[in-house]
């Protein structure tokens, strides 16, 4: 399974980026889709999760309301949609997939395959 993440970048306080993770390799509509962040010298910490049918989702406390994750399983993709955003979210930004896809998890040691992750800096 290969995950590739892509738009990231820079922007201001209070503006909006959508990333987006392109699977290939495998069909991921059976598997939990998730996203988690990592700051410099800080641990990976879980962002958004969503059930293999996009039937539940989870979010951390931190972005709730301000973060949406959806998916696309007949394009192999899934989106974090990032509003309102805050100086704090600066960050690496991965996507992972997990089996089975019923379950959400936070730890990211329970995620099987990664991205190389994509860059979000929000200048304040």
């Known amino acids: 399974v290969q995950l590739v993440e892509s738009g990231g970048g820079l922007v201001q306080a209070g503006g909006s980026l959508r990333l987006s993770c392109a699977a290939s390799g495998r069909i991921l509509s059976a598997y939990t889709m998730a996203w988690f962040r990592q700051a410099p010298g800080k641990e990976r910490d879980f962002v958004a999760g969503?059930?293999?049918?996009?039937?539940?989702?989870d979010y951390a406390d931190s972005v709730k309301g301000r973060f949406t994750i959806s998916r696309d399983n007949a394009e192999n993709t899934v989106y974090l949609q990032m509003d309102s955003l805050k100086p704090e979210d600066t960050a690496l930004y991965f996507c992972?997939?997990?089996?089975?896809?019923?379950?959400?998890?936070?730890?990211?040691?329970?995620?099987?395959?990664w991205g190389q992750g994509t860059q979000v800096t929000v200048s304040s």
């Open positions: 992972a997939t997990d089996f089975p896809g019923h379950i959400i998890e936070t730890r990211a040691s329970e995620y099987d395959y």
């Open positions: 969503i059930t293999w049918n996009g039937g539940r989702t």
